[in-house]
C-alpha cells in the first residue's frame, strides 16, 4: 500500500499534466512522431510517377524490370524514458527539484503516447541501471512509472550516461523515440550516444537548476557533492573563485552543446526556475516543421 501523501502527489501531476496533454501536447505528439517509423509490405511493378528510390534492385534483376518497394506506416510506436536519477537531481534551489521537474515532463509525455495508443518504457539510471519496465499501453502504466521517477530510492549517486545507452542498445531492437532526460553531468558518452542516434529517435531533455551555473555571493557556505558526498567549505565572497568556478562550468555547458550540435541530437533545455510548458510547446512546434 502506498502512502497517502504519494498517492496525492502522484494524482496532483496526474490531473496537471492531463490537462496540458488534452489542451496542447497531444496533437503536437501525433505530428511529429506518428508516421515517423515505416515497415517493409511488399513489392510491385515500378510505375511512372514512383520515386526511384523505392526500387528493389535485386528483384528487378531477378525478372528483368523494374519493381519497387511499397511500406506501410506503423501506427503503433514505442516511447522510452531514459531518466536520470542520479543523486545530482535531487538538487534545486528554488521551489522544486530537478527530480520533480523531470517527473512533471515524463508524465506529460508518456500521456501524449498514451493518447496516441503508444507503448511507453522507462529506465532509471545512475552510474548504473536501477529500474528497467518494459514498455507498455495505458493509464496505470504511466502512473507507476511517475512514482518511480519521485520515490524510488536510487542504489548508487553517481552518473553514467554511457551505461544507460549501452543497455538501451541491450533490450531495444526496434526503432523507438527515447528521451534521455537528464542534467548531463557526464563525460566519455560520446561515442555510444552517436550509436544510439543511428538506432532510435533520440532526444535530449537537459534540466539544470540556475545556481549550477553560477555561485552567488552569500559568504561562507559548505557544499556537498550530492553524487560523491564530497563536502567543501568556500567562501563565495571571493570574486575571483566565483569567476573561475562560472568559467568552469559556461566550458563544461559550452563542450555539452558543441557535442548536441555536432551530432545533430534534438535537444530541450529546461530549468528548475523557469515553466517548462514554453520549451516544449516550442520544441514540438520546431520539429514538427521539419515533418511537414
Known amino acids: 500500500m502506498l502512502p497517502k501523501e504519494i ?8 490531473i496537471r499534466t492531463n490537462r496540458l496533454v488534452n489542451e496542447v501536447f497531444a496533437g503536437e505528439y501525433e505530428s511529429v512522431f506518428k508516421g515517423r517509423g515505416i515497415e517493409f509490405a ?36 514505442t516511447v522510452m524514458l531514459l531518466v536520470d536519477v542520479s543523486g545530482s537531481e535531487h538538487f534545486g534551489s528554488v521551489a522544486r527539484t530537478k527530480r520533480e521537474i523531470i517527473a ?32 507498455k499501453k495505458g493509464r496505470r502504466h504511466v502512473l507507476r512509472v511517475i512514482r518511480e521517477i519521485l520515490y524510488s530510492q536510487a542504489k548508487s549517486r553517481g552518473t553514467n550516461i554511457e551505461t544507460a545507452l549501452r543497455y538501451l542498445g541491450q533490450i531495444l531492437a526496434k526503432r523507438s523515440v527515447v528521451f534521455l532526460i537528464s542534467d548531463f553531468w557526464d563525460e566519455g558518452y560520446e561515442q555510444i550516444q552517436r550509436v544510439a542516434q543511428k538506432r532510435h529517435d ?70 528548475t526556475d523557469q515553466p517548462y510548458l514554453e520549451p516544449l510547446i516550442h520544441f514540438f512546434e520546431k520539429r514538427a516543421k521539419r515533418f511537414r
Open 7 to 14: 498517492l496525492k502527489k502522484v494524482r496532483e501531476i496526474e
Open 202 to 271: 533520440v532526444i535530449a531533455i537537459h534540466v539544470l537548476d540556475p545556481r549550477e551555473r553560477e555561485i552567488p555571493d552569500v559568504g561562507f557556505i559548505q557544499l556537498e557533492d550530492p553524487e560523491t558526498s564530497e563536502r567543501l567549505l568556500i567562501d563565495t565572497s571571493d570574486r575571483r573563485y566565483r569567476e573561475q568556478v562560472s568559467r568552469r562550468i559556461q566550458s563544461l555547458l559550452q563542450q555539452r552543446q558543441r557535442l548536441f550540435q555536432s551530432t545533430r541530437l534534438d535537444t530541450v533545455q529546461l530549468r
Open 104 to 135: 512533471e515532463v515524463a508524465a506529460v509525455l508518456a500521456f501524449s503516447a498514451i493518447v496516441n495508443n503508444d507503448k511507453i518504457g522507462y529506465i532509471a539510471f545512475s552510474d548504473q541501471i536501477e529500474k528497467s519496465i518494459p514498455p
Open 42 to 77: 511488399e513489392v510491385r511493378e515500378y510505375a511512372p510517377g514512383d520515386d526511384v528510390r523505392t526500387i528493389d534492385w535485386n528483384v528487378t534483376a531477378r525478372f528483368g524490370r523494374p519493381f519497387v518497394k511499397q511500406f506501410m506506416e506503423e501506427r503503433e510506436l
